[in-house]
């Protein structure tokens, strides 16, 4: 459908971060750039807001500026999930699921390591692998939960991936939880996975403060 395809492609240049928070969206200028009409432009932005990726300003829409606190109440939600869900991958994952996080963390160590690593690319893997131990969990409201989070935190996870010490040590917890999900170690799971979610929020708050 014509409004799934507006809403994808708005998405990624929020996510690649050619649409910067605080840019107003107008139909009339999204409609002539996509060369579609305005009813499915319109139908697109409203699951944007539902997402909590743009804003409603007056007959416009606007991409929502996450501050310091949204994030940090973000988090308060994120975390225990996330947590669950590694003890849950831990558990459950399949043999394939297995070979799929480690090839999701082979590429973002492969990129991690460039001369010029593409913080974009960094952000898309980074939520991939979180992505493949939600669904490992088997557990759809568990996924959708996590899913609807993730997508709103992502424009300031990219700045994750600007700071090159940071960069390096999201490879590092990445890899620390790649390692127990693999070992079936629950208690280890869930103690690098609060670890890293943690260090991930007190470093978010420190650069958006």
Partial sequence: MLYEKAYRIIL???????????????????????????????????????????IKRGRSYAVAILGGKDVEELYEVRIPLEVAAAKLAALRASAQALD????????????????NPDPFRLVELGGSFH???AEATENKYLRDNLN??????????????????????????????LEAVASRSQLDAEYYMELHENNVLKYLKGVLA
């Fill in 12 to 54: 990624e240049e929020i996510v690649r971060g050619r649409l910067r928070p605080g840019t107003l969206l107008r139909e009339e200028h999204l409609s002539i750039w996509l060369g579609m009409s305005r009813t499915p432009i319109r139908e697109a932005l409203a699951r944007l807001e539902r997402d909590g990726l743009v």
């Fill in 100 to 115: 799929k996080l480690k090839k999701v963390f082979d590429d973002m160590w492969e990129e991690c390591n460039k001369r």
């Fill in 148 to 177: 609807g989070i993730r997508l709103r935190l992502t424009p300031v996870r990219l700045r994750l991936y600007l700071s090159e010490s940071r960069r390096f040590q999201e490879i590092e917890e990445h890899k620390q939880i």
């Fill in 131 to 133: 992505d493949v131990i």
